[in-house]
């Protein structure tokens, strides 16, 4: 069985992150959709726990979906799960050396896991969660950027 984990801060989940999460979904068995929780983000938008239900609300129809939360390295967590392969979404170039270095480093801690990447769709090429948030907070429109359910969420929360 293939299971593969999907680790992000997801803050909010955007329709970047779905898409990834549902191309990846139909290539393992078991996908698992990791939010960090970072000890370095503190001004994040949403809790763990808000993201974790959001990132459950969007995937309830992928029937080989979880959603957890992790602290600490990727790759033991990797292990604790017996996930054999991370996912990793690949916008610009500028992503790339970046997610190119971490998948190093991943494999210099733990040789068993690779780093499969995806390329986004083109839709969603510089769509970002922190592009979403600045949106948000101006009044602009999410609509597009953030499933339907997610973009009621986050705007109620600028309400606020
Ligand atoms: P991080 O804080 O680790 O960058 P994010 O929640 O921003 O986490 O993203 C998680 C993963 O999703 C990363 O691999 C990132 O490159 C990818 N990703 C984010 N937005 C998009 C998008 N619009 N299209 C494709 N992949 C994306």
Partial sequence: ?????????FDPVTNGH?????RASKLVDCLV????????KKNSLFTV???IEHLKLVTGELENVEVA???????????KIDA????????AVTDFENEFQMALINRSLHNDIETFFI????NY???SSSTVKEVAMFGGNIKGMVPPEIEKIVLEKYRK
């Fill in 1 to 9: 069985m293939l299971k593969a984990i999907y680790p992000g801060s």
């Fill in 18 to 22: 779905l898409d990834i999460i549902t």
């Fill in 33 to 40: 959709v990791g939010i960090l929780e970072n000890p370095n």
């Fill in 49 to 51: 726990d808000e993201r």
């Fill in 69 to 79: 939360s992790f602290k600490g390295l990727l790759v033991d967590f990797a292990e």
């Fill in 84 to 91: 054999k392969v991370v996912i990793r979404g690949l916008r």
């Fill in 119 to 122: 390329s986004t769709s083109v």
């Fill in 125 to 127: 090429l510089y769509l």
